[in-house]
């Protein structure tokens, strides 16, 4: 298309803007006596050369619970506009995965009370295309469960699993990244994470130790998983320069990610992935709706990288913060004076460094003498607490406001 027109126009300027392609010619109307500028807005997705074996899971059914009280049980992290940009992680996500990938072929797995957040915040994304787990059951049985959908789509599927809670700050690398990862699941039978380098000693992280070379660049063997190590062992594995960062992204093949799958799900999955029973996918959502309390309450990391056999890591630069915890958070936002984070519009300061602040917009707070703590505000709720490690002592608040007020304060 673009050659076409620029045959037809040689003076084209051709811009690329996000969703769309914008032409822009300037050609002279001898009747008119003057030069004319026509734009011609053409649909982008309509021009992207989709592989349209690449697939995307995108994990959107988490409660958000080590950011609340902002993030709530009626309405976690992941539909929330953090940061005041007009847009939620989810749709950030999405936006940033339909640049490359087929919005066909983009399947958002949550819980069945998100359902129609999902909807309301993605539009665009069809009712198949969303998975409604009818109970929480981790994220290792809804990507069994998505891997079968796709299969019975297309048994050449590549499929990369996206958390929907993540900051990446250079989208065009994180982009080739991707492909060259569905690239590679799609020439071997592996399963592929992708680690970034650890630019701090973070306790909230997952980590994940290299083992040898393989022949592909950047790609190393998996050694080990460490889930949340405590501090002096996170800076340990840093200095080493053995440990990345475990993005908790996870590319497959899904065929193989079947037969992975099937050692950890050998029941359940025959019942809705079986080639004696004809399939359509209202047996597979009863199924899902008979037999999905008994899937173990496993994360795709523990239940199937950590177990298997021919895992790898793709060593990655796009740069990645998961927003899982709010020391985390102000580790990864851009630091205020007194090295405070400040994510509310009204705030006064006084003598006070190290802190990171969310109240709803309509709030004023004004703090003294504060030294490393969270001030975190939403609803009915106010948490002010130290800042170092926080996400164990997050939880702990939660049990015992749950146990002693119930849970119109989750």
């Not at 950890?264 to 079986?274: A, E």
């Not at 003598?351 to 004004?366: E, M, Q, S, W, Y």
Request: charged share 25%; proline share 4%; net charge negative.
């Amino acid at each position: 298309m673009r050659l076409y027109l620029r045959k037809l126009w040689p003076r084209g300027v051709i811009k690329k803007h996000k969703y769309l392609w914008v032409y822009a010619i300037k050609t002279n109307f001898a009747r008119y006596k003057r030069k004319h500028q026509v734009v011609f807005i053409l649909d982008y997705n309509a021009m992207k050369n989709f592989n349209e074996n690449n697939y995307c899971v995108i994990l959107a059914g988490g409660k958000g619970k080590r950011l609340w009280p902002v993030s709530r049980e009626n309405m976690p992290k992941q539909f929330l506009d953090f940061f005041s940009t007009g847009r939620t992680l989810l749709q950030q996500t999405y936006e940033r995965i339909a640049r490359f990938i087929n919005p066909d072929n983009i399947l958002v797995a949550t819980n069945r009370e998100y359902v129609e957040l999902v909807s309301e915040q993605l539009p665009q994304v069809p009712k198949m295309n969303i998975l409604a787990e009818p109970v929480n059951r981790n994220t290792a049985p809804s990507v069994a469960w998505a891997t079968c959908r796709i299969l019975h789509r297309n048994m050449d599927a590549r499929l990369v699993v996206v958390p929907s809670d993540q900051m990446i700050l250079d989208e065009a690398a994180f982009e080739h990244d991707v492909d060259c990862g569905l690239d590679w699941v799609g020439e071997n039978d592996g399963l592929l994470t992708m680690g970034v380098k650890p630019t701090r000693p973070e306790p909230g992280y997952g980590y994940i130790q290299l083992g040898e070379v393989n022949p592909a660049e950047n790609i190393f063997k998996v050694k080990s998983f460490t889930e949340k190590p405590d501090r002096e062992f996170a800076r340990m594995f840093m200095e080493s320069g053995e440990f990345y960062w475990n993005t908790g992204l996870f590319l497959a093949r899904c065929d193989y990610l079947r037969v992975c799958l099937k050692r950890i799900f050998p029941s359940v999955l025959r019942m809705i992935d079986s080639d004696e029973v004809e399939y359509s996918v209202e047996k597979e959502e009863q199924c899902i709706e008979d037999h999905y309390s008994v899937y173990p309450n496993l994360s795709i990391d523990y239940g199937v990288l950590e177990k298997g056999d021919n895992v790898y890591m793709m060593k990655c630069t796009f740069g990645w913060a998961d927003l899982g915890t709010w020391h985390s958070m102000y580790e990864t936002m851009s630091k205020g004076e007194g090295d405070n984070v400040i994510l509310s519009k009204r705030v006064m300061l006084d003598n006070c460094r190290g802190n990171i602040v969310k109240l709803p917009d309509d709030h004023i707070a004004v703090l003294n003498n504060l030294d490393g703590y969270i001030v975190a505000e939403k609803g009915n709720v106010l948490l002010v607490c130290k800042k170092e490690d926080s996400s164990a002592l997050v939880r702990k608040y939660i049990n015992e406001v749950q146990m002693e007020e119930g849970e119109e304060f989750l």
